[in-house]
């Protein structure tokens, strides 16, 4: 049996691996948290097959420090480094730039340790496939068995069955489970297909029901919110995740158009019991849709556009919220970051808007509208020079920036800040400075 080494400490993704790994290639899997704990193992274990690491860990140079090793004592060891673009420099080094592409990282160590392509290609998908159990809140009832791994021995898990097809279920006993610590369920594979789109199918059911007063609409819209995009971060689209995220867009849309209060509805998402991504992207839409409103700006997509721009905006940080409250070049170089976070922070505008061109149902310009939402053109860092940018994308900025001030006064209280005092000195341009006034008409009218 192989023995493989993974440095990975994005859990979702080093389970994603993991389970892959050992499902598809049979190998034994070894943990480890860096290069240097990498390297402990490597004195005492010296035949370890491959090796398949983050690019960095924290300020280490994780692939570097592992291809300098294998290199100066000449192993006869494989290395995968995720993350990586450079041109690999020997020929046991394979860099993968998508370092979320798991089905890359099988195929990639499946041609280091020898195993035939279409030997891979005939294996199944896991047994059983890992569904966090948050997922589970809003159901009542499922239409396949669920299970719990327990785990035997260091290679061996046991599935039990908790939930059977057809069972009825409250909230109250899945948050015990969440309590207990359980990250996730787990579903036999031939039944994940028809789980995936039994949740989806639920969750769009519930946010459009007509007899579903507001608050309760938030409170779903929020929990399909966290679904949708830590699947579509972590796997891409698909016709499920699509099919949910239009439904959340068109309802934060039909809100918007429907409520004659902005700052009530502001007020329900702010003081709802839904995660902060959910709550500043709604916030943002509505904010930015008003300020359009008050502008009346002409483009009849617009409200779509900027309902897609605030789904999206921070999906490359899911899994890191509060990376996204940073809103400048100053907060990023003072949050005292990692590389490889700093790294994230930098690029995630531009990453998000390349992703969303592959929705099938965004509409054009959309992806613009992230790519400029911290005021750079490329979508990489921070600029305060945004008056050369499209006028939807201004409108964005300073809807955004107002709402990531709120949210910060909720949070840590103390006296308001004169936010628009602070928008005109930050982007003093005259072309932004009719942007700004729409919003303080917005704040004065609702007042």
Request: proline letters at 3%; aromatic letters at 8%.
């Amino acid at each position: 049996m192989a023995q493989v080494i993974l440095i990975e400490d994005n859990k979702t993704l080093n389970d994603l691996i993991s389970v892959n790994l050992t499902t598809y290639l049979g190998v034994d899997l070894i943990q480890r948290k860096n290069a240097q704990d990498a390297l402990s193992l490597l004195a005492i274990l010296p035949n370890i097959d491959l090796i398949i690491t983050a690019e960095k860990v924290d300020s280490e140079k994780t692939g570097e420090v592992l291809s300098q090793y294998i290199d100066s004592n000449k192993l006869d060891t494989g290395l995968i480094v995720l993350g990586s673009s450079a041109v690999a420099q020997n020929d046991f080094t394979i860099n993968i730039p998508n370092g979320k592409d798991w089905e890359e990282v099988v195929h990639a160590s499946a041609k280091i340790l020898g195993i035939n392509e279409n030997v891979l290609a005939k294996k199944a998908v896991p047994d059983y496939i890992a569904v966090p159990v948050r997922y589970f809140l809003n159901l009542d009832y499922v239409n396949c068995d669920v299970f719990i791994r327990i785990k035997k021995s260091p290679t061996e898990y046991q599935f039990v069955k908790r939930i059977h097809n057809g069972d009825t279920f409250s909230k109250e006993s899945i948050k015990r489970y969440m309590d207990q610590g359980l990250e996730n369920f787990h579903i036999d594979k031939d039944a994940y297909k028809n789980f995936t789109i039994f949740l989806s199918n639920r969750l769009v059911e519930k946010i459009d029901s007509p007899n579903m007063d507001e608050t309760k609409k938030i409170q779903i819209m929020g929990e399909s919110y966290d679904v949708a995009v830590r699947e579509i971060a972590k796997l891409g689209f698909n016709s499920e995740t699509i099919q949910l995220t239009e439904a959340i867009i068109h309802n934060m849309v039909k809100n918007f158009e429907k409520s004659p209060e902005m700052s009530n509805l502001l007020h329900k998402v702010i003081n709802s019991n839904t995660g902060l991504l959910y709550q500043r992207c709604h916030m943002t839409s509505v904010v930015a849709s008003e300020m359009i409103k008050n502008l009346k700006f002409e483009d009849p997509k617009a409200y779509e556009k900027i309902a897609y721009a605030s789904f999206f905006h921070d999906i490359m940080l899911a899994d890191r919220e509060e990376l996204t409250k940073i809103n400048s070049f100053d907060e990023l170089e003072k949050a005292n970051l990692s590389e490889q976070d700093w790294d994230m922070v930098f690029n995630h505008a531009m990453e998000a808007a390349v992703l969303l061109r592959k929705h099938p149902e965004a509409p054009t310009g959309s992806d613009e509208i992230i790519k400029h939402h911290h005021g750079a053109t490329n979508g990489k860092g921070f600029s305060n020079n945004i008056e050369k940018l499209p006028d939807l994308s201004k409108i964005f900025i300073i809807a955004h920036h107002f709402v990531l001030e709120l949210v910060r006064f909720k949070e840590t209280g103390g006296d308001p800040k004169p936010v628009t005092e602070e928008l005109y000195k930050r982007y003093p341009s005259p072309d932004v400075a009719i942007i700004i006034k729409a919003l303080e008409k917005t704040l004065k009218k609702k007042k």
